[in-house]
């Protein structure tokens, strides 16, 4: 039996085409401090041709370890986090909890670039909510919650913690319930 962030592969590839333009709404910041640099636009291509049923799973991963390196290679928050939406985002092929790290990162980035609105985040996450389709929130719905389980991806738990955990947690609290 696979693990409960996995879902189906037909639910990932749902979920893919939402998460993919969670991270391309952001992927500018990141462009902006490297533009030479590719990887983030990869990984979300990568993520794109998954969602059409294109490459497999082990592609995929090797593009989001690129897209987290590039996250490593910049100094600019919101750049940072850009990179890691997209990390995230094509890390959504092996694993569908990968979404909501992309989303929230998306988030991230959107909120650090423009410091002085204090809304960025919150509107950031409404975007996301109302460009997901029905079929990716019943999809998402089945994904254990990441204010009940701290552990949602990976041992560290790292992204049910800070405000990605609570970025995370508000997008789970609005796929509400199966109309």
């Known amino acids: 039996m696979g693990s409960p962030q996995t879902l189906s592969e ?15 709404r952001v992927l500018g ?31 995929a991963r090797r593009l989001g370890f690129a897209a987290h390196a590039a996250a490593r290679e910049v100094t600019v928050p919101a750049a940072v986090a850009a990179a ?12 569908a909890a990968h979404a909501l790290g992309a989303a929230g990162y998306a988030a991230m980035a959107a909120g650090l670039a423009a410091p002085d609105q204090p809304n960025a985040v919150t509107e950031e996450t409404r975007w996301q909510l109302c460009h997901m389709p029905p079929a990716v929130k019943a999809a998402l719905r089945q994904l254990p919650s990441v204010v009940e389980r ?7 738990g790292l992204l049910g ?11 789970q609290a609005g796929l509400g319930d199966p109309a």
């Open 29 to 59: 910041f990141f462009e902006a401090e490297a533009p030479g640099d590719s990887r983030p636009r990869e990984a979300i291509a990568g993520l794109r041709a998954f969602a059409r049923g294109e490459p497999r799973v082990g592609p």
């Open 161 to 171: 913690k800070g405000l990605l955990g609570t970025v995370i947690g508000d997008l």
């Open 150 to 156: 701290s552990s949602l991806l990976g041992s560290s």
């Open 84 to 95: 890691r939406a997209a990390g995230q985002a094509v890390s959504t092929a092996h694993m």
């Open 10 to 24: 037909t639910d990932r590839q749902l979920v893919a085409v939402w998460a993919a333009d969670c991270a391309e």
